[in-house]
């Protein structure tokens, strides 16, 4: 079972088109998970949720962020800045009939899914079980509440993590410990760890290997796209992975 695991593609055609065309080629996957927020900052959502539509393989989770909550719910407050809050309200007005079926009726509104993959137990959550819309996990936090899965795997941060946790537990075939395996793919179209590449992360169920990608894509054709309709911020922003 081979899996592209993907979130915070925000709206950004190409540098998604730039990831699964990467895919196509290089990897044979078997389904995706998504992570939130495929909408707002950039100029293309209702072009990314056609594309999503169009995904040659399953989708076998598909979460809201705090950008589809914002939007289905008109609730602004919690945006860091102003031109926060703007961006979302101006791709709210440009969603189409398409885009909003696709947000009601292809993704989990509550904002995290746990499940079973391949006999691990899972848990996607765009940002974290203390706060699933706005608050990122932690590589540094104890994460105890997380104990019982196998695999967690978070967005938000736009910053790619894994970590590898070990908890007490009463198994002595495995020296009383629990694995737990904590992935962020890091962000498809607006990333911030200082790279501007589309970065995602393909995940080998079988063999537990993980493998963090990323992918150039044509920035300044995206770039073209914006034209005064969100603050400049986030066209500049993209050059730089910041």
């Known amino acids: ?37 495929i909408i707002d900052y950039g100029m293309h959502s209702n072009e990314v949720i056609s594309m999503l539509y169009q995904l040659s393989f399953p989708v076998f989770c598909n979460i809201c962020g705090n950008h589809e909550d914002a939007v289905l719910h008109d609730n602004y407050e919690r945006f860091s800045s102003k031109r926060g809050e703007e961006s979302a309200r101006y791709t709210k007005s440009v969603l189409n009939p398409d885009s909003w079926d696709y947000i009601h009726n292809e993704m989990k509104e509550c904002g995290f899914y746990e499940f079973e993959c391949d006999g691990k137990m899972c848990l996607a959550v765009h940002g974290s079980l203390e706060d699933k819309y706005w608050k990122s996990i932690k590589p540094e936090e104890a994460l105890q509440e997380y104990r019982e899965y196998d695999y967690v795997f978070s967005g938000h941060s736009h910053q790619p ?75 500049e922003r993209l050059k730089w992975g910041i």
């Open 1 to 37: 079972m081979k899996i592209l695991i993907m979130s915070d593609i925000h709206g950004n055609e190409q540098a998604l088109k730039a990831v699964l065309d990467k895919v196509e080629t290089e990897y044979k996957v078997d389904g995706c998970f998504l992570l939130g927020d």
């Open 161 to 235: 993590h894994f970590i590898e946790k070990y908890y007490e537990a009463e198994d002595a075939e495995r020296r009383n410990k629990k694995k737990v395996v904590f992935i962020n793919p890091g962000s498809v179209g607006q990333p911030r760890n200082h790279n501007p590449q589309a970065q995602f992360v393909i995940l080998n169920m079988d063999t537990e290997q993980v493998f963090f990608d990323k992918v150039s894509y044509n920035i300044k054709k995206e770039q073209e796209a914006y034209c005064g309709q969100v603050d400049e911020f986030y066209c």
